[in-house]
């Protein structure tokens, strides 16, 4: 058998694997359960934390997810944003999500979002609608590894085809903001995850930032 048929073969059962992976109906994802080790303090500097039970990580439509973790934080300004934090086998690109939700989607000013020194490996974005502005700043680790989202794809292929469990969260934090204050929005970010990692456990701080 020649090298062409041997690649050939190789492909198919390559293709085989994905399709037999992501390609049939799942039950609901039970992961590692990561978020119920973790301690997310609900004063984080001067923001004040109140939970909100209005997502229902139950709806079949998000069989992937495992885990939602959702939190509204006021601080003393009355600056409000969210944190979002999902245990889920598979994670979906939130400018999919929000275009189909009708908002208009653009690029957040270029601008690293940096954590003791390191640049962490994530995305910012812009949504709006009915004149509302919203950055948006989101993040995953996978085995207390900070991945983008080209690794997080070929770790999910891989323990699919070997049916692992891996503890996988995708972090997001949604900022309001008026129309032509973006940088400054960024810095309310920055400094946000700046005091959540001054606040957390090392151990909570792995698996949410990535490890050294």
Known sequence: MGNRYRVLIATILFLAAIAASFGVPRPKYQGLNILAKLNVPAVIGDWQGKDDESLNAQDGRYNFISKIFARTYTNKAGVSLNLFILDAGNFHNPKVCFTGAGFKISDAPEKKIILSGQALKCHSMIVQKSGEYYLLTYWITIDKKNVDWFEQKFKQLFSSMVNRKKAALMCRIDLGFNQGEEAAAL??????????????????????????
């Open 187 to 212: 810095e309310i970010t920055q400094r946000f995850i700046d005091s959540l990692a001054a606040q957390i456990s090392l151990a909570d701080r792995d698996y949410i930032f990535g490890a050294k």
